[in-house]
Each structure stands twice: as structure tokens, then as C-alpha cells.
């Protein structure tokens, strides 16, 4: 695909957008997926902020520690806060607001969202109705 500049190096409204630091192009279909930004923990808590498109998917993969990282080596498995987000931009952008947080001011965020803390991924998969799909081993 040619680039898509013009002679003063402004990008061309008729092109693609790319996510910065993605080879994803934003659409517009892709701007308006509903995403989710969600926080992991542990018994301490140690907390993990993450962006995802499905929700129940990734927390599984976080509870199951199918993927290496940073849940993984510390054994994040519950799901204690989460955000619908309209649009990937304004998930990622909503991510990053949170990761920039201090731990004492995302620790009242999530005790707003979830004074006990509890697990919410249960709560997710039955709201959703894919309850059987996720909860062989959940």
C-alpha cells in the first residue's frame, strides 16, 4: 500500500489508521468493537491492568497461565475490576490512564467497583450465558 501523505506530510483522511505499537489498522468497525479494561490479582494483591476484545477468553488464559508473563510468574488469577470500553483507542488510552495510577488510588477504584475484592469471572461467564463453554476447570 502506498503511503498515504500529502506534500505537506499530513495523513490522508481515506487511509488506514495503525494502532501505535500494533501492525493492527484501525477501521472504522475496529474503532467502535467493545473492549474491555480489566484488572487481575492476587491474595496480596499484586495488580495486573490489562486491555483485551473478550473478556472471558483472557481471563481464562490468565486463571490457566497458558500465557508467560507477568500473571503468570505471579499467579494472578483473579479477575477483581473491568470496564466496557467502546472503541480500541479508547480502551488502550483508558489502560494506560490506569496503569499511570498509584496503587493506593487504583486500590479505591477497584474497592468502589468491588468492596470485597471477590472474583468476578464467575459473575461474567454465567451474565454472559457461555457459562458452559468456561467453567469445566475454571
Do not use: C, W
Amino acid at each position: 500500500m502506498k503511503s498515504s501523505r500529502s506534500a505537506l506530510g499530513r495523513r490522508n483522511d481515506r487511509s488506514p489508521h495503525v494502532i501505535l505499537g500494533t501492525s493492527e489498522t484501525r477501521t472504522p468497525e475496529s474503532m467502535s468493537k467493545i473492549m474491555y479494561v480489566y484488572i487481575m490479582a492476587n491474595a496480596r494483591p499484586t495488580l495486573y491492568v490489562g486491555v483485551t476484545n473478550d473478556l472471558i477468553r483472557r481471563v481464562y488464559e490468565h486463571k490457566k497461565e497458558l500465557v508467560d508473563g507477568f500473571t503468570k510468574k505471579y499467579h494472578l488469577h483473579k479477575l477483581i475490576y473491568y470496564e466496557v470500553i467502546g472503541g480500541q483507542l479508547q480502551a488502550i488510552i483508558r489502560e494506560k490512564q490506569i496503569k499511570d495510577m498509584n496503587r493506593i488510588d487504583k486500590l479505591i477504584m477497584i474497592e468502589n467497583f468491588n468492596s470485597s475484592l471477590e472474583d468476578l469471572y464467575l459473575k461474567i461467564i454465567k451474565d454472559s450465558g457461555r457459562a458452559r463453554m468456561t467453567l469445566g476447570g475454571a
